[in-house]
């Protein structure tokens, strides 16, 4: 993928600031990461790069929504992960020189910074806690995916929606209503069933007294504890 499109400027300085692995260094320093960062935009639907692309760059959400999905070879989307701001993708190409393995789309009007590999790995040598920072992603990364694969393996899909719904829920709030993070589409597509069968479920739990639905993707959890049971 080119880097010449939709180019933009006045944003990285904030873009920088919001990422966990950048905001804990001195104003000065983040300064010099700024120099490093270019803002790009992208337009809802857009593909920021896809399999087979080099991977060359980190791609760090300033504003938007970006998802990460693997292609089966029937044509099947899986969803792997969203980003939002102050997430990124691409970390890869920081070690090696290679390929990306899954698609990168913005599912609504994004803008991102891009630090080109061999400025970030400059930036590393420089500030070595940056490299820390990435590892301690790498890990809930990790974790996060042998969960999801897990999950596959041994639960029902009614489990699986039962505790990503659980897991929307903010553990250090009492707030029990959510917005769902994703479409019913890429919902199903993360789970590993279908929308029909997403809609049929979030019915069932509704119906159940577990749940309920409300307009705009909002959730309410009424029985958190029966619902992971169900």
Do not use: W
């Not at 919001?18 to 809802?44: C, D, G, T, W």
């Not at 803008?111 to 990435?134: E, G, N, Y």
Request: net charge negative.
């Amino acid at each position: 993928m080119e880097y010449n499109q939709h180019v933009c400027t006045g944003t990285h300085n904030a873009c920088v600031s919001i990422v966990p692995i950048f905001n804990h260094l001195e104003q000065e320093q983040m300064e010099e990461i700024m120099v490093a960062a270019r803002s790009v935009s992208y337009k809802k639907g857009e593909i920021i790069y896809q399999a087979g692309d080099q991977s060359n760059a980190l791609y760090i959400v300033n504003k938007g929504k970006i998802k990460i999905y693997r292609l089966s070879e029937s044509g099947k989307e899986q969803l792997l992960r969203i980003l939002t701001p102050g997430e990124f993708t691409g970390e890869l190409a920081l070690f090696n020189e290679g390929i990306h393995e899954a698609f990168a789309e913005a599912m609504a009007d994004t803008q991102v910074c891009m630090i080109r590999r061999a400025d970030l790995q400059a930036l590393l040598l420089k500030f070595p806690s940056i490299s820390l920072k990435i590892l301690t992603e790498f890990s809930k990364r990790l974790e996060q995916s042998e969960k999801q694969t897990a999950r596959f393996a041994t639960e029902k899909v009614e489990t699986r929606l039962a505790l990503f719904l659980a897991e929307c829920l903010d553990p250090d709030s009492r707030e029990v209503e959510f917005t769902l993070p994703m479409s019913k589409k890429d919902l199903a597509s993360y789970l590993g069933t279908t929308p029909e069968t997403v809609s049929r479920k979030l019915s069932d739990f509704e119906a159940a007294g577990l749940i309920k639905q409300k307009p705009h993707k909002k959730i309410e959890i009424i029985d958190l504890d029966e619902l992971l049971l169900f």
